[in-house]
């Protein structure tokens, strides 16, 4: 039977007290990879690119064997950390979800060695590439699965450039639910004009993992309750930093259960590519949101021209949540107050909500409500005024002056210079002359 938000809510101190019979004992491991964005590789000697960066995540390296590039995959169980707080039992490449970031150049002849450390067969699909058929992936179509413990190769030459994923063609609804995805890029040959100065890439996914517990729900095909950016809930994802007056690449795939629509804030991009290729600027168009389909990329670009910190989320409501429950009423102007001492008196942990909005949400844990273990309170995080209230599928562009050339660290808060902050009137005054 699956866990609403209300059966949390009123089972959290059972749940607490007898040691949280939903949990697999041990499961929470050092070992969890706490995700935090790598440097990109740098660009070979003579290259025209710039390297792309995966935010919470890092780019696969390779050796160049005989003319051929040379990258290893290794499929397997990962544990993910969310964000701080919750670690799930997960499915990767190379020990992370999604797995690490090909990048590639147009023209190069790429040679991958995937080993198979599943308990059962998997295969890889090279999503958007044009290749030899028997190379595509799928599995009992157009190669054997790959069996548990044996390696298989995959080579071919790369006869285009843009932007592409990587993800099983084998046990899709398991392997996929469970994160067995990840971005490839391959770059033009000839330098892009204009030049791109940032290059992101961020990979969508949704996931239902019942409150308390360490397992991904497979089966689910509607009602999910945690949705990432690079296998990641806000407050764990990391910002996107930029320097003022660069060019900025964001590529985004998604490979969930459902659309996306991706909104940046102060800021209008212009979208410049799918996974079927560039479109001609004759063909570009503006959005401040570009809606990502099930199975599709899409690159958008813009000129980060005006400083601060600009929210980056998906438009759809639930997906900036976090633990999100489906059968719950709508509370909001109830007085519960009496109901919530009754109830009280049997469950002492028991906190009544909604009468006043689901603000409080993010005050879960200081205002006294357990929560059960590896769980995070549904909206969460904090900025320099406060709350947030928000989860899910939100992080943060830091668009600073002082930022060097190829500094990803987190610069911190914005400082917002003097009278461009929103503020309270006081009663019986005019609001500041501008």
């Not at 995937?114 to 999503?127: F, R």
């Not at 285009?160 to 994923?165: A, L």
């Amino acid at each position: 039977m699956k866990m609403t938000r209300r059966d949390m809510l009123l089972s959290s101190a059972a749940l607490l007290a007898g040691g949280s019979t939903l949990l697999s004992q041990g499961a929470l491991s050092a070992e969890a990879h706490a995700a935090r964005t790598r440097a990109p590789l740098p660009a070979p000697k003579g290259a025209h690119y710039t390297p792309v960066v995966t935010p919470n995540g890092s780019t696969l390296p390779w050796k160049m064997v005989n003319g051929v590039k040379e990258f290893r995959l290794t499929v397997g169980i990962v544990k993910r950390e969310f964000a701080p707080g919750m670690v799930v039992n997960c499915m990767g490449y190379n020990g992370q979800t999604p797995g690490p970031t090909i990048e590639a150049v147009e023209g190069d002849r790429v040679r991958f060695l995937v080993t198979n450390k599943l308990s059962e067969p998997t295969t890889v699909h090279w999503h958007g590439l044009f290749l030899p058929c028997g190379m595509d992936g799928v599995g009992g179509l157009t190669q054997r699965h790959i069996p548990p413990g044996k390696t298989f190769v995959y080579e071919f030459p790369l006869l285009q450039n843009g932007t592409f994923m990587y993800h099983t063609h084998s046990d899709e609804m398991l392997q996929m639910a469970m994160g067995l995805m990840g971005m490839f890029i391959i770059h033009p040959r000839t330098p892009e004009s204009p030049r791109i100065d940032r290059d992101f890439c961020i990979m969508l996914h949704a996931w239902d993992i019942d409150p308390g517990t360490y397992a991904v729900n497979p089966a689910e095909m509607l009602n999910f309750n945690m949705w990432t950016f690079n296998s990641r809930i806000f407050p764990g994802t990391d910002p996107l930093v930029v320097r003022l007056g660069e060019r900025v690449r964001i590529r985004i795939g998604n490979v969930s259960m459902t659309s996306h629509p991706i909104h940046i804030h102060g800021y209008a991009f212009m979208v410049t590519g799918t996974d079927g290729g560039w479109l001609p600027p004759s063909a570009q168009w503006p959005e401040t949101t570009v809606n990502v389909p099930v199975g599709a990329l899409r690159a958008v670009e813009f000129v980060a021209d005006q400083p601060g910190d600009w929210a980056l989320h998906c438009h759809k409501s639930h997906h900036t949540m976090n633990a999100m429950g489906h059968a719950i009423p709508n509370m909001f102007g109830v007085d519960q107050q009496g109901v919530a001492e009754k109830i009280g008196a049997l469950l002492p942990d028991y906190m009544a909500m909604g009468k006043d909005g689901m603000g409080d949400m993010t005050m879960m844990e200081e205002m006294g409500m357990p929560l059960p273990e590896n769980t995070i309170p549904m909206m969460t995080g904090k900025g320099p005024f406060g709350p947030l209230e928000m989860g899910g599928m939100f992080t943060v562009v830091k668009v600073r002056k002082d930022i060097a050339p190829g500094d990803y660290r987190d610069p911190g808060w914005y400082k917002h210079p003097k009278g461009t902050v929103a503020y309270e009137l006081e009663e019986g005054k005019l609001p500041e002359a501008g």
